[in-house]
């Protein structure tokens, strides 16, 4: 079955404690992403991966790292969590970066509930 | 910069109702797609339909279809005869694969509630 996974679902943790989300994608997709939801303010993208090796910031990119390793596997790392990065996170892949063919749409993970106390 | 709007916060509808989610959109690129993805209570995010710039045409999948209008930079989203599992938030998003990254640039959603 085609599909994103993250790991843990939910996770709650101490301000400092250094955690990471695991996602994993099984369609061998290029372009993976991370995105954070916030009531009020919508979804907004962390970090972002065109490939291996590849990533670069997206629009909130302050206090978190990545890592692409390799093509299936893109983590989210919080090296020293703070409360006002409580949220929901979404890692999400597609087959590239843009096509008309659709081959850009975005597939999401199910979701990761952090609480930073 | 691109910008995504979902005026209506929240809607209520009694069951069997039609239901138009409205969705306007800000872009200066002249190819860009538009998205709708549906997070029902359980919270993951469902997507449900992509549209390109170049395609005008409206689409009909069972009782969901979406009107696209340049003129008015609008891509509104009908449910007809809705049910209760219709009842989450819906989502309306943007991507301009000509800016570099190709971000889903997401407006803030409208919750459905759709009363039995």
């Known amino acids: 079955e085609a599909q994103v996974t993250q790991n843990p679902r939910y996770l709650i943790t101490v301000t400092g404690k250094k955690l990471t989300v695991t996602c994993s994608q099984n369609?061998?997709?290029?372009?993976m992403s991370w995105y954070r939801q916030d009531p009020g303010l919508g979804l907004r993208q962390i970090y972002y991966?065109?490939?291996?090796?590849?990533?670069d910031k997206g629009d909130v990119p302050e206090g978190y790292k990545v890592s692409r390793k390799e093509k299936r596997n893109f983590p989210l790392i919080l090296e020293s969590p703070s409360p006002n990065q409580t949220s929901l996170y979404f890692c999400?892949?597609?087959?590239?970066?843009?096509?008309?063919?659709?081959?850009?749409?975005?597939?999401f993970g199910p979701g990761t509930r952090l609480t930073v106390l | 910069a691109q910008k995504v709007t979902q005026a209506q916060t929240e809607i209520s509808v009694v069951e069997k109702e039609d239901v138009t989610l409205d969705c306007v959109y800000e872009?200066?690129?002249?190819?860009?797609?538009l998205f709708w993805y549906k997070q029902p209570p359980s919270g993951e995010l469902v997507f449900l339909i992509r549209?390109?710039?170049?395609?005008?045409q409206n689409e009909i999948s069972g009782r969901y279809s979406w009107n696209f209008q340049k003129s008015t930079s609008s891509f509104n989203f009908t449910i007809t005869a809705s049910q209760v599992v219709d009842s989450a938030v819906y989502f309306c998003?943007?991507?301009?694969?000509?800016?570099?990254?190709?971000?889903?640039?997401f407006g803030k959603g409208t919750r459905l509630s759709v009363i039995a």
């Open positions: 999400a892949s597609s087959l590239s970066r843009w096509s008309p063919e659709g081959t850009d749409t975005q597939y």
């Open positions: 998003a943007l991507s301009e694969p000509n800016s570099g990254n190709t971000p889903l640039v």
């Open positions: 369609m061998n997709h290029e372009y």
């Open positions: 872009t200066r690129d002249t190819t860009y797609y």
């Open positions: 991966s065109m490939n291996v090796e590849v990533t």
């Open positions: 549209r390109n710039s170049f395609d005008e």
